[in-house]
């Protein structure tokens, strides 16, 4: 029973393509979050939906777009890739973005090695 | 902006006691949390201080100090297993929304040798 699924686990792709990598959550919360995690396993917010909506909008490349279609579901999708985003990207979910809501589960992580 | 600082590196034998330090600066914050990262996998929920104090959990214990902008995650009798990178972050207020984020330090990997 997987709590948060990503696809694909690897992603290896040539520069100036476009790619989308999907998050699933079946812990019924409200909250999910894109992390990028770079070469020196720094990890940063990216986006952050609640209910559908956007609520984190980090400083990104407007190359990345996040989607919600239903909250369970957060996607990713990048255009016109570069070798700069090779990375490891991970999906989260905590229950709600009150307080007392601060324990975030991450999926397995997408590896993307762009060439 | 918000800054957060914990040793790069830490090697410990098995059995013995670590302490991970962690300090920040940061506007709004709303409490500390720690993760632990095995090579190649996701991190994961270790502990969380909202208050100053000492919060346990089996083997692993964290310390909050809001009044010195300090934290620390102790591992006891420590494992192979632990071997680890271990992350501090800090929940603060994401400008602009009613929404926190967490914002990560650069992390700590744990060696235990045998």
């Known amino acids: 029973d997987t709590a948060v699924s990503q696809t694909p686990k690897y992603l290896v792709t040539q520069m100036g393509n476009d790619k989308s990598i999907k998050c699933e959550q079946n812990l019924g919360h409200d909250t999910m979050y894109w992390y990028k995690q770079d070469s020196k396993k720094f990890l940063k917010i990216m986006f952050s939906?609640?209910?559908?909506?956007?609520?984190i909008n980090e400083t990104v490349p407007n190359r990345f777009s996040p989607k919600s279609p239903d909250k369970a579901h957060l996607n990713l999708h990048i255009n016109s890739l570069e070798l700069g985003d090779s990375a490891v990207y991970f999906c989260?979910?905590?229950?709600?973005?009150?307080?007392?809501?601060?324990?975030?589960?991450f999926g397995p992580g997408t590896r993307l090695t762009v060439t | 902006g918000q800054s957060l600082e914990q040793p790069s590196e830490v090697t410990a034998v098995e059995g013995a006691i670590v302490q991970i330090n962690c300090t920040y600066q940061?506007?709004?914050?709303?409490?500390l949390s720690w993760y632990q990262q095995h090579d190649g996998g996701a991190p994961t929920f270790l502990s969380y201080?909202?208050?100053?104090g000492l919060e346990e959990t089996g083997r692993f214990s964290s310390f909050l100090s809001r009044s010195d902008s300090y934290g620390y995650l102790l591992l006891q009798e420590l494992q192979m297993k632990d071997s680890a990178s271990y992350f501090c972050?800090?929940?603060?207020?994401?400008?602009?929304?009613?929404?926190?984020?967490?914002?990560f330090g650069k992390g700590t990997k744990l060696s235990v040798i045998p």
């Open positions: 940061t506007s709004g914050f709303y409490g």
């Open positions: 939906y609640n209910n559908k909506e956007l609520i």
């Open positions: 989260a979910s905590s229950q709600g973005r009150a307080l007392r809501d601060s324990r975030q589960y």
């Open positions: 972050a800090v929940r603060d207020r994401y400008s602009g929304a009613g929404s926190y984020q967490l914002t």
């Open positions: 201080n909202g208050l100053d």
